[in-house]
């Protein structure tokens, strides 16, 4: 697949960039666990089908130590068995900021209380931030068709 342009080669699209990933950085300054991250945005990509942020964040969530078979069953968290409460807190949800158009709540109670219970508020900040900027960044790669495949971890790092 080829792009239908380069995010890295187009002026405004690298001003953009620039402050999309200060935000990320505040996020990634957070207390919210690291791994917690990798799982929110490798999820998010498997749903907006982004194939670049599976291919970074999949890689970048092995290098840090996270297990194949937890990545693997990732799509299927609810029934696997790899999950903590947190995590599927988080993953909840993840799938529902994620796919808000399909409940006319949005976000439903149960899933933001359920995310309460685990993470304090800077945290729960820090998630819904997380979940915003990873939403943004899969739309802007699957609408210009970004190709995936050759990502090094902590490339972007």
């Known amino acids: 697949m080829e792009a239908r ?10 001003k953009f960039q620039r402050y999309i990933n200060s935000a990320g950085k505040v996020v990634a300054d957070s207390a919210l666990p690291e791994g917690v991250g990798f799982l929110v945005m490798t999820r998010a ?4 089908g982004c194939a670049v942020c599976l291919d970074m964040h999949t890689k970048d969530a092995a290098h840090a130590g996270e297990t194949s078979t937890r990545l693997n069953l990732l799509a299927a968290w ?19 900021a994620t796919r808000i158009a399909d409940n006319p709540a ?52």
Do not use: C
């Open 78 to 96: 609810r029934e696997a068995t790899v999950f903590t409460e947190a995590e599927r807190a988080a993953l909840e949800l993840t799938e529902q």
């Open 45 to 48: 990509s498997q749903i907006n």
């Open 106 to 157: 949005g976000v439903t109670d149960e899933a933001w209380a359920e995310a309460a219970k685990h993470y304090d508020e800077d945290q729960l900040a820090a998630l819904v931030s997380l979940i915003a900027l990873i939403n943004a960044y899969n739309r802007m790669n699957v609408i210009t068709r970004q190709p995936a495949g050759d990502y090094q971890p902590g490339q972007w790092s």
């Open 5 to 14: 342009f380069s995010y890295y080669a187009n002026p405004v699209a690298q």
